[in-house]
T-cell receptor, first 115, second 112 residues
Framework: GAVVSQHPSRVICKSGTSVKIECRSLDFQATTMFWYRQFPKQSLMLMATSNEGSKATYEQGVEKDKFLINHASLTLSTLTVTSAHPEDSSFYIC???????????FGPGTRLTVL | QKEVEQDPGPLSVPEGAIVSLNCTYSNSAFQYFMWYRQYSRKGPELLMYTYSSGNKEDGRFTAQVDKSSKYISLFIRDSQPSDSATYLCAMSAPGANSKLTFGKGITLSVRP
């Protein structure tokens, strides 16, 4: 149980385009989902917390207009990187928090490369 | 002082060795403790989850929590090359939107 999927697993796009990443909890409902960014050989950096049906809470320094988060249902959250630039290239990972325990299950990650 | 300190690595051990990974923390509000394993280019995988002081065993893995000393450990018995990965400790306080605070992670290499 507690499986989280992400799609796509890898995306390459041109500078200036927008990219949408989906995060789904497959076998449980997640009222809270989290989006992280990870640079090579570094730990995860929390970008934002999203609750179903409400606006996401962004961490300091994360541009909310650039990283649009939508949590439309208890099993789906999306992250849209708008007007992507090469410096947005990174590994993006989502997690979903189960309501039964205070822990998070992570998706497999999405590697974004912006040319 | 960082909220969570994790022993720096990397760590290299021979196959079959017992591995001990450790983290200390300073925030008394932390009540939930987790260990994640992350293979290269993959998302973290939950290995162990505990919320009380003491030991919790799952196969070759044992998680130990000492809240009085603010210290947690993960022991891996009979280590295998497939255990080679980065291990992250993480902890959180109670609350619906409570965030995970991670250690920096330690890269373990198990030599055949």
């Amino acid at each position: 149980g507690a499986v989280v999927s992400q799609h796509p697993s890898r995306v390459i796009c041109k500078s200036g385009t927008s990219v949408k990443i989906e995060c789904r909890s497959l076998d449980f409902q997640a009222t809270t989902m989290f989006w992280y960014r990870q640079f090579p050989k570094q730990s995860l950096m929390l970008m934002a917390t999203s609750n179903e049906g409400s606006k996401a809470t962004y961490e300091q320094g994360v541009e909310k207009d650039k990283f649009l988060i939508n949590h439309a249902s208890l099993t789906l959250s999306t992250l849209t990187v708008t007007s992507a630039h090469p410096e947005d290239s990174s590994f993006y990972i989502c997690s979903a928090r189960t309501t039964s325990t205070d822990t998070q299950y992570f998706g497999p990650g999405t590697r974004l490369t912006v040319l | 002082q960082k909220e969570v300190e994790q022993d720096p690595g990397p760590l290299s051990v021979p196959e079959g060795a017992i591995v001990s990974l450790n983290c200390t923390y300073s925030n008394s509000a932390f009540q939930y403790f987790m260990w994640y394993r992350q293979y290269s280019r993959k998302g973290p995988e939950l290995l162990m989850y505990t919320y009380s002081s003491g030991n919790k065993e799952d196969g070759r893995f044992t998680a130990q929590v000492d809240k009085s000393s603010k210290y947690i450990s993960l022991f891996i018995r009979d280590s295998q090359p497939s255990d080679s990965a980065t291990y992250l400790c993480a902890m959180s306080a109670p609350g619906a939107n409570s965030k995970l605070t991670f250690g920096k992670g330690i890269t373990l290499s198990v030599r055949p």
